[in-house]
């Protein structure tokens, strides 16, 4: 085993082929090319088969990288997909989007000194290979159980939950707001991090395995929740958060001051072939535009670099950290610098300028303080340092909140925490309404997709426990 294993000594990290900046700037399509078989072979050779494998301890999914990892490098990729899948419903997706420095990546052993092995890359590579040999097979349930799980929401936890559910053989219908399946997967994240059809390759592996979709239903809308609940025998809800942080301040209303997540679905859509009167209008399309964008997360990261797509005349990225204080993944804000952003650290908007419609923002210097009980510093504003920068497009990037679902689904009974996150049992994911589970973002807030993956997962393996509870009940009456 050893012999084929732990290269790292000889064999230095590659990541899949990047895309040169200027290319990249073109197109919306990912920026890193695809593994060749030989590559992603020997990469996953790097890998020293440690004794703890603090990468699997840093997987929110408990991934089983080491062996994977081993099978790849053996080139025995059918059992290595097999592997791989048996944790994770979505590994070509967690493999292109997951922070893995942050993660994995970022626990490898060997990433004193050697570099880590590229897991996420070998990763969404075992996985595509799965899908072109036609090793991915729809979802073929052993046994057909009557009960019914209604599932409001089809992003990464609604949709894990799901295929989790229906593996087991109960009936399942998603219900989603929009006219494509994904969540933010499809309308949130740009195509050059996920592409399109990898999304949608997924929806269509869902529908083959008997689970319902029915789209353009927003639940508290036209649908109601109370009659879901009477219609299905569980219902999980996974609405993610979609509240936007807003900017107060002189100006803050001006034409020309929009929404980070208006902003994505319109280019989004655009990719995806829809006609979108707003982009059309130029009101969310950067062209040509001198784009400003407020946040450092990874919202705005996805915006800056969705502008630089879009042809703006100049993209300037003003966060009131600094670059190692921001939320986002610094690897994005990496490919951000060398596709042309300016990133403007340690400054905060205090205005927004123009009569009618935004012509600038006039933003004032900040310093990091002593920090706080959380161990996070805090910022301050440095007095008489305002300077204003050129803007015709401003986008709000500032984080979201979780709607206020009690009053939306006219259910006051629905309890929250103190975030405004549904309340569910962290083990049997109830919510306060028998029989009403919750998963993904509305419980954990703004959250990263391979958590909501591992929350929807959990929380089927609890509906369906609570199943079982209420059939052994009966059988004892
Ligand atoms: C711009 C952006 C970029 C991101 N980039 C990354 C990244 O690179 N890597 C990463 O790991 N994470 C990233 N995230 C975070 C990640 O996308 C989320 O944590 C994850 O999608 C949460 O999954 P979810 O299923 O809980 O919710 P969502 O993906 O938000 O899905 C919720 C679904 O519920 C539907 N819904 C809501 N309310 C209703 C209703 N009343 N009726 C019917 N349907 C409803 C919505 O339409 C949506 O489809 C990003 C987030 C954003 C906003
Ligand atoms: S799911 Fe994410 S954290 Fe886990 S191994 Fe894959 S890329 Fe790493």
């Given at each position: 085993m050893t012999e084929r294993m732990l290269k790292f000594i000889s064999l230095p990290q590659q990541t899949p082929e990047k895309r040169e900046a200027a290319e990249r700037r073109?197109?919306?399509?990912?920026?890193y090319e695809d593994f060749v078989p030989a590559t992603a072979q020997a990469q996953a050779s790097?890998?020293?088969?440690?004794?703890?494998?603090f990468c699997s301890v840093n997987c929110p999914l408990s991934n089983n990288i080491p062996d994977w990892l081993k099978l790849t490098a053996e080139g025995r990729l059918e059992e290595a997909y097999e592997l791989s899948s048996a944790t994770n419903t979505f590994p070509e997706i967690c493999g292109r989007i997951c922070p893995q420095d942050r993660l994995c990546e970022g626990n490898c052993?060997?990433?004193?000194?050697?570099?880590?092995?590229t897991i996420g890359a070998v990763e969404r590579y075992v996985t595509d290979t799965a899908f072109e040999k036609g090793w991915v097979k729809p979802i073929r349930p052993a046994r057909e159980l009557p009960e019914s799980v209604g599932i409001i929401g089809a992003g990464p936890a609604g949709l894990a939950a799901a295929e989790a559910l229906r593996a087991r053989g109960y009936q399942v219908t998603v219900y989603d707001r929009?006219?494509?399946?994904?969540g933010l997967l499809i309308y949130g994240i740009p195509g050059f991090k996920l592409e399109k059809e990898i999304v949608l390759r997924r929806w269509k592996w869902l529908e083959e395995g008997g689970i319902k979709f029915v789209l353009n239903a927003d639940i508290g809308g036209e649908t109601s929740f109370a009659a879901l609940r009477g219609k299905h025998d569980a219902l999980l809800v996974a609405?993610?958060?979609?509240k936007p942080r807003e900017i107060t301040g002189p100006?803050?209303?001006?034409?020309?001051?929009?929404r980070a997540l208006d902003y994505l679905i319109t280019s989004n859509r655009k990719s995806l072939g829809d006609a979108v009167p707003d982009f059309d209008s130029g009101l969310l399309n950067a062209k040509g535009k001198d784009v400003v964008v407020i946040g450092g997360g990874d919202t705005a990261m996805d915006c800056v670099r969705t502008a630089i797509r879009q042809e703006a005349k100049s993209v300037t990225c003003l966060y009131r950290r600094d670059r190692q204080n921001m939320p986002g993944s610094l690897r994005e804000v990496k490919n951000a610098e060398e596709e042309g952003v300016t990133f403007t650290w340690l400054a905060a908007p205090e205005a927004f300028l123009g009569d009618?419609?935004?012509?600038?923002v006039r933003a004032i210097r900040m310093h990091l303080g002593l920090p706080d009980a959380s161990g996070r510093q805090s910022v301050e504003t440095i007095e008489g340092s305002a300077f204003t920068v050129k803007a015709d497009l401003v986008i709000k990037a500032l984080g979201f909140d979780p709607e206020d679902l009690p009053a939306a689904f006219n259910e006051p009974g629905l309890r929250l925490t103190g975030w405004g996150t549904l309340k569910a049992h962290?083990?049997?994911?109830?919510?306060?309404?028998?029989g009403v589970f919750a998963a993904g973002d509305i419980v954990r807030?703004?959250?990263l997709v391979v958590w909501a993956i591992r929350d929807g997962r959990d929380a089927a393996a609890a509906i369906h426990h609570h199943f079982l509870a209420a059939t052994n009940v009966q059988a004892a009456e």
């Open positions: 073109e197109d919306f399509n990912e920026i790097r890998c020293s088969q440690c004794g703890i494998p052993v060997i990433e004193k000194g050697f570099e880590s092995v929009h006219d494509r399946v994904g609405t993610g958060v979609y100006g803050s209303g001006l034409k020309g001051i929009v009618d419609t935004v012509t600038g962290p083990k049997t994911f109830e919510t306060s309404l028998p807030g703004a959250s």
